[in-house]
């Protein structure tokens, strides 16, 4: 295990439950992530490309193919 990791989950031990719970929740999220095969975008990803969409950055067919990198799995 690479040893910053080990130095962060031994000071997590004095964390208060909540911040535990949720470190918890983060690492959790990427186990899924990665045993999935897949990558799931955040919301605030998806709004930026909602964004580009709508201010003409990219084409039509840029933001499908990204969106279509978001619903493979």
Do not use: C
């Not at 990558?39 to 990219?58: M, P």
């Amino acid at each position: 295990m690479n040893k910053v990791l080990t130095d962060l989950l031994k000071r997590a031990e004095a964390w208060p439950a909540h911040a535990q719970d949720e470190l918890v929740e983060i690492a959790n999220e990427i186990e899924r992530t990665l045993s999935a095969g897949s990558y799931v975008a955040s919301q605030e990803e998806l709004d930026a490309i909602d964004d580009a969409d709508r201010s003409g950055i990219a084409t039509d067919e840029e933001v499908e193919a990204a969106f279509a990198l978001f619903r493979r799995g």
